[in-house]
């Protein structure tokens, strides 16, 4: 099964509102990744958090190894957070989650 | 600022044809990679290269073959497209002690 989950699929919020993303994965995991990809492809790397809560702007990220989940915050919201928010964990290559797709409203 | 290059940004072709992808990173990196996301956005990795070397060979058909002129250079040939091939092909590098891979802004393939 898939090795990396991401819930929601979808969320839509208003801007000003905060995002609340979770990542599980089925594997140990030395290292995990939160991306995100624009609307237009491009890739780019947010976050790199194995354990603990990491804040990075207006990003948080919780990972709690022994249970295996992560969770991305995105606070205030902006209309050019939308886009797709994806997981990874390290394996000695990159596993993937199917990613959250975000929208936030004007 | 874009530090992973790739081209073409989007190919048409048909069925049976022949493609090539490049990939060009300016950062100096040891290792690059090839990923295909397909239609549901899912990223699987293909193919990495280190040095010159492949390290990472996934169960990927054998029409599709890694190039490498160079450790900034790392092109993806396929020698006869099918339809399921209608992807976007991701290009990455990381450098050595790092933990983020850099990510090229995509090949978009659709194949009629």
């Known amino acids: 099964g898939q090795q990396v989950q991401q819930s929601p699929a979808s969320l839509v919020l208003q801007e000003g509102e905060n995002a609340e993303l979770q990542c599980n994965f089925s594997s140990t995991a030395t290292q995990l990744q939160w991306f995100y990809q624009s609307p237009g492809g491009s890739l780019v790397s947010l976050l790199s958090n194995p354990s603990g809560t990491k804040h990075t702007g207006r990003l948080t990220s919780t990972t709690v190894t022994k249970e295996r989940r992560s969770s991305l915050h995105i606070s205030s919201s902006q209309t050019t957070d939308s886009g797709t928010y994806l997981c990874?964990?390290?394996?000695?290559?990159?596993?993937f989650g199917q990613g959250t797709k975000l929208s936030i409203k004007p | 600022e874009t530090a992973v290059f790739q081209t073409p940004n989007y190919h048409v072709t048909q069925v049976g044809n022949e493609v090539s992808f490049n990939c060009k990173q300016t950062l100096g990196h040891d290792t690059m990679y090839w990923y295909k996301q397909d239609s549901k956005k899912l990223l699987k990795i293909m193919f990495s290269y280190n040095n010159k070397q492949l390290i990472v060979n996934e169960t990927v058909p054998r029409r599709f073959s890694p190039q490498s002129s160079d450790k900034a250079h790392l092109n993806l040939r396929i020698k006869s497209v099918e339809p399921e091939d209608s992807a976007v092909y991701l290009c990455?590098?990381?450098?050595?002690?790092?933990?983020?891979?850099?990510f090229g802004p995509g090949t978009r393939l659709l194949v009629l």
């Open positions: 990874a964990i390290d394996q000695g290559k990159l596993i």
């Open positions: 990455a590098s990381l450098g050595v002690n790092q933990d983020t891979q850099y």
